[in-house]
């Protein structure tokens, strides 16, 4: 398998296959995301959609200086805010975030239903760095590039977040000790 | 810092693969990213980017290397059929098809360059008559062609 950087060479020299396929490997994550962020499927779609058509129009010439999901994941986050407002008014980037749709406790498990409560309690920047690490599996360095924070920020706010889900008792059995 | 470094270490360390699998299951779309965004990012993709023109490159590449073949064998057959009528077989001391510089085009011109083909001597870049890039059989059979001609005009 082609590396993401290789692929955006050849896509620099015109190669619109290179950028198919990474348009391929990155398609079903950023969908999950803006999800993740709109919590409608016409809206996380659109986001897909202008996400892509926004990396595209860097090309030729575009220079990745971090992960590929690091560039995607500020992306894709202002894109679904953006989508978001034009259905809904409301004030702030954060005020959005902070609604970020919780799943659908009717729809899980019993175990699955108590995680999403309890991270329901977690404070939104908490959440975020929780989900960024365990969901999307990025390495603490590329959280901290996509959020514009610093590495020990990150940290902390991880630090905390698995602090408070082990001292509840509904996600204790999520640790070992 | 250390220590906190440490302190989230060992907290990562104690985490379940069971939390990781739950999130994933909770925070995972149910459906996928619908065909319609495929067919507009791809269409947007191949309108944007222009793929390599290696292939086109190649053929016109190969069509300006016929076209100067075909120029150079008329320069050889013209400048040799004016000398036809004066020596016999033509001659041109700068003909680059005169390959042992005997101000002669013949058969044994493109005998000898087949045989500097397959010898360890360097190929001079005039030889190049077909004007391909390299120096080949293509090019003895252009010579012997010529030679032909001439002696077939004679």
Redo the contacts between chains.
């Keep these: 398998m082609e590396t993401d950087e290789k692929l955006i060479a050849a896509a620099n020299a015109g190669d619109s296959e290179a950028f198919e396929a990474l348009y391929l490997r990155y398609r079903d994550w950023v969908y999950a995301l803006a999800m993740r962020f709109t919590g409608n499927g016409a809206q996380a779609a659109d986001a897909v959609q202008e996400t892509f058509l926004y990396l595209l129009k860097k090309f030729p010439g575009f220079e990745l200086r971090c992960g590929m999901k690091s560039f995607l994941y500020p992306a894709v986050r202002h894109i679904s805010i953006t989508i978001t407002r034009q259905g809904r008014r409301t004030s702030s980037d954060e005020a959005l975030l902070a609604e970020l749709p919780a799943p659908d406790a009717a729809e899980m498990g019993g175990s699955q239903a108590e995680l999403a409560a309890v991270l329901e309690t977690l404070a939104a920047e908490q959440r975020q760095v929780v989900l960024m690490r365990f969901v999307d599996d990025m390495p603490l360095a590329d959280i901290a590039e996509a959020l514009d924070l610093s590495l020990n920020t990150v940290k902390s706010r991880l630090y905390r977040a698995l602090e408070a889900l082990r001292s509840d008792s509904r996600t204790r059995r999520y640790f070992l000790d | 810092?250390n220590k906190?470094?440490e302190?989230?270490d060992a907290?990562?360390n104690?985490?379940?693969k069971?939390?990781?699998e739950?999130?994933?299951?909770?925070?995972?779309?149910a459906?996928?990213?619908?065909d319609?965004?495929?067919r507009?990012?791809?269409d947007?993709?191949?309108k944007?980017?222009?793929?390599?023109r290696r292939h086109r490159w190649r053929l016109v590449r190969a069509g300006a290397a016929a076209m100067a073949a075909v120029v150079l064998l008329a320069v050889v057959l013209n400048v040799t059929r004016d000398h036809v009528g004066r020596m016999h077989p033509a001659a041109t001391a700068t003909a680059p098809a005169d390959i042992d510089h005997n101000g002669r085009i013949d058969i044994l011109d493109a005998y000898k360059l087949a045989r500097r083909l397959e010898g360890p001597g360097a190929l001079e870049a005039r030889w190049d008559l077909n004007a391909d890039g390299q120096v080949d059989r293509a090019d003895v059979d252009l010579v012997a062609f010529a030679a032909v001609r001439l002696d077939g005009g004679a």
Excluded: H
């Design positions: 810092m906190d470094n302190q989230l907290l990562e104690k985490v379940a069971a939390l990781g739950d999130l994933k299951a909770l925070f995972s779309p459906g996928r990213t619908p319609e965004v495929d507009a990012v791809l947007a993709t191949r944007r980017l222009v793929r390599p």
